[in-house]
Every structure is written in structure tokens, then in C-alpha cells.
């Protein structure tokens, strides 16, 4: 029965998730009546000959322009966090590993700040002056995190951690000082660093899917070896993994995933670090099955999270108050629990 149970999981759970974008994709502050929205889906998204008589233009662009695409960038960027941050955890063998561990957050935050406070307005590819600089400060983050952790041809976990937690912090500093020196651009910054769906649309969609799934192919290929690497590294070597090459995958896939996300999104915290461990509790530690869940179950969260925001109150929260808001207490629930379990 159990085995059963464990074979129909990740299908109710994908068809639980597909029916939540549907809902949300429908609720807003803005009222449209359910028939309404039904046919505007049918004809946008299935483009099956619906009659649309009676229907607003602005109904219309509402549901096809506003909400579809914002829950699926939800969906999307929950989900590639939650998978990040169950590789970081395994790789790292960290429970507090979460995609943001090595400075990335950091150093996004950091560009996004000097693009805020210069004005920078030139675009690439839908992306704005903001979201360019916050990408290329992510990524210059993560190799300058590389350069300094490396010793020879290895990269010791606790060196990468020490240096990743090291460059976040001075990057913070300079933040900090950026703002400090630049008051009248501290209120924007202070909300791109809350994280944020508003405003995004196909454009976003478009940019962030790529890296998200040539990030997830490669490391849906490095299952096998991130669960024989549970066993610890020198194992690991005696079965053949090249422990070395496995953790350059998962950091610059990793890597590339969470600077595309954060770059259009600013930073949401908590999911990566607390959606893997509540799958782990229902699923067990092997990432065959624990990272596919955690891609349903990150999205599904912040598709939830980014819901209530702009339906709870008539000013729009930034979404990563929301996640933090549910997150943090939930992850002290679960550390009390493993402490009571220890005990």
C-alpha cells in the first residue's frame, strides 16, 4: 500500500500544482467573473475557439498579461531555490545551506544597488539596467568565492563556505555604505532586496527559463552521484564519483540558476532552505526523489506566498516578507523538533 501510495505522490502532486496555478492565475484584487477567466485561458493559453464576446480587453490583458505569467515565474523560480538549496545541502552536507550561502544574494544585491543608484537604463534582452548589473554582480561573486576557496586543483567544502559567508558579508558592507551615501535611493533598494513578482511578465518568463532548465538538466544528471556522496567523500572516490568535478556541476549550475532568478526577482529568502527540508521529512534523503519533489513543492510555496501578497492588502507586499514571514517560524519549529528527536 505504501509503495502505491509513493507512485501516485509526484503525480497528484504536479496535478495539486497545475490546479493551484489555475486558481491563482483567476484571484486578484481585480474582480473577473470565473466564467470570464475560464474562457480567457481556453482561448489564450489552449487557443480553442472560445466565444470571447462580452470579455474587456482589460480582462483580457489582466489574466494573459499580468497574473498567468507571474504565477508562472512563481512557479519557476520556487521551484529552481528548493532544488538549489537541496544540492547545496548535499553537496555540502549542510542543513543550513540554502542557494544564497556563498554570497550570491550578496553580490545581486550589491549590483542592483549600483544600478538604482546610477540610473543605469540600458537593457539586454528584457532585462533592465538593474537586473543586469544585479546578474553580473552574482556571477562575479561566485568566482571570486571559487578563486579564493580553491587549493590546487580541490575545493575544500569548509573553505568554500568560510569564504562564500566571508565575501558576502563585505559585500553587504559596501551595500550598506552605498545607501548610506545615497539616501534618496535607499527606499528602492531596500525594495529590491525584499524580493518581488510585481511587474513581471512574459518577458521575465522568457529570460529566467533557459538558465532554469539547462541549470535543472545538469543537475537531474548528478542524482546518482549526490546520493552515493551521502556516504561521505572518501567513499564517494572509492565508488568512483569525482567528488571534485561533482561539486564544480553543482556550484556552477547552482550558481547559474539562482544569479538568473535573483536577477529578475531580487532576493527571496527561506526557500531554498526550508522547502527542502520539509520534503526530505516526507521523502527521505535521496535526491532522485527529494530534489524532483522539491521542484514542485518550492514552486507551489511561492506561487502560495506570492498570492496572498497581492491579495491581502490593497499595497502589494514584496513576496520575500511573505516567505520569511512563514519560513522562519517553521524552520525553528523544525530545528526544536530535531532537538527534541537528538535529545
Not at 533598494?189 to 539547462?214: A, C, D, E, H, R
Request: with cysteine; charged share 10%; glycine share 10%.
Amino acid at each position: 500500500m505504501k509503495k502505491k501510495l509513493k507512485s501516485y505522490a509526484m503525480p497528484i502532486s504536479i496535478i495539486g500544482c497545475v490546479l493551484l496555478m489555475y486558481l491563482c492565475a483567476i484571484v486578484g484584487i481585480t474582480a473577473i467573473p470565473f466564467g470570464d477567466a475560464n474562457r480567457i485561458l481556453l482561448h489564450e493559453v489552449l487557443h480553442i475557439p472560445v466565444n470571447m464576446e462580452g470579455i474587456s480587453p482589460g480582462s483580457i490583458a489582466i489574466i494573459w498579461n499580468v497574473r498567468l505569467p507571474r504565477v508562472i515565474l512563481g512557479f519557476l523560480t520556487g521551484g529552481a531555490l528548493a532544488v538549489c538549496g537541496s544540492a547545496y545541502q548535499g553537496i555540502f552536507k549542510n542543513p543550513m545551506a540554502d542557494p544564497f550561502i556563498l554570497g550570491v544574494s550578496s553580490g545581486a544585491a550589491l549590483g542592483a544597488s549600483i544600478g538604482i543608484v546610477m540610473n543605469f537604463s540600458a537593457s539586454l534582452l528584457g532585462l533592465n539596467g538593474t537586473a543586469i548589473l544585479a546578474f553580473i554582480g552574482s556571477f562575479l561573486t561566485i568566482f571570486l568565492v571559487y578563486s579564493i576557496s580553491r587549493v590546487g586543483r580541490k575545493v575544500p567544502v569548509a573553505s568554500l563556505l568560510l569564504s562564500g559567508i566571508a565575501v558576502g558579508q563585505s559585500l553587504s558592507a559596501f551595500m550598506s555604505l552605498l545607501m548610506i551615501f545615497n539616501v534618496q535611493s535607499m527606499n528602492q533598494i531596500m525594495f529590491w532586496t525584499m524580493g518581488s513578482l510585481n511587474g513581471k511578465g512574459w518577458n521575465q518568463v522568457l529570460i529566467v527559463l533557459p538558465y532554469v532548465i539547462v541549470g535543472l538538466m545538469i543537475l537531474f544528471t548528478s542524482l546518482r552521484e549526490l546520493d552515493i556522496m551521502l556516504l561521505g567523500e572518501d567513499t564517494a572516490t572509492q565508488l568512483g564519483v569525482n567528488t571534485e568535478a561533482l561539486k564544480k556541476k553543482i556550484l556552477i549550475s547552482s550558481s547559474i540558476i539562482t544569479a538568473a532568478v535573483v536577477s529578475v526577482t531580487g532576493i527571496i529568502g527561506f526557500v531554498g532552505l526550508v522547502v527542502p527540508h520539509v520534503v526530505r521529512m516526507l521523502t527521505g534523503p535521496k535526491h532522485r526523489i527529494l530534489v524532483p519533489f522539491s521542484l514542485v513543492f518550492g514552486g507551489t510555496f511561492l506561487i502560495l506566498c506570492d498570492t496572498l501578497a497581492r491579495t491581502v492588502s490593497s499595497q502589494e507586499i514584496p513576496v520575500g516578507i511573505i516567505t520569511a514571514a512563514f519560513g522562519g517560524p517553521f524552520f525553528i519549529y523544525l530545528l526544536r523538533k530535531s532537538k527534541k528527536g537528538s535529545a
